[in-house]
């Protein structure tokens, strides 16, 4: 079986696990690796069944966070059963509208934001 793992870089790890607990029910599974400095060097969360992973900046390995960047060349396709409820959820815990949700041609709905992180992220309701 093959997996594919985004591995986001933020500037507050902390507050990241907690935003996307409540934006989009994400719970944190295994032991966070936490660096004398207080940084958080490898966390994983999970949603549903996929797991991601996060860390802080570490500029000394070139991990840096889109906050830095001045932006994020790569964004996270989260398929939901009900996309307005997801997305609502996200704006609240603290996103930000990039596209409100609508229908798509290929028939689906979805909906662009972007995370208090600057990751941006694509709600997609889960096809027929």
């Not at 390995?61 to 959820?89: E, I, Q």
């Not at 229908?103 to 995370?115: I, K, M, P, S």
């Amino acid at each position: 079986m093959t997996r594919l793992n985004p591995y986001l870089t933020v500037h507050d790890g902390t507050a990241a696990v907690d935003f996307y607990a409540a934006a989009f029910g994400a719970r944190e599974v295994g032991q966070r690796h936490v660096e004398e400095d207080g940084r958080i060097g490898h966390a994983t969360l999970r949603i549903g069944e996929d797991e991601f992973y996060l860390s802080d900046e570490y500029h000394e390995y070139g991990a840096y966070s889109p906050r830095t960047l001045g932006h994020c060349s790569a964004a996270m396709v989260l398929r939901v059963d009900d996309v307005d409820a997801a997305y609502a959820a996200a704006v609240a815990a603290g996103a930000t509208v990039d596209r409100e949700p609508s229908g798509a041609e290929d028939g689906e709905r979805r909906g662009w934001l972007v995370d208090p992180f600057g990751h941006r992220w694509a709600l997609n309701s889960v096809p027929a």
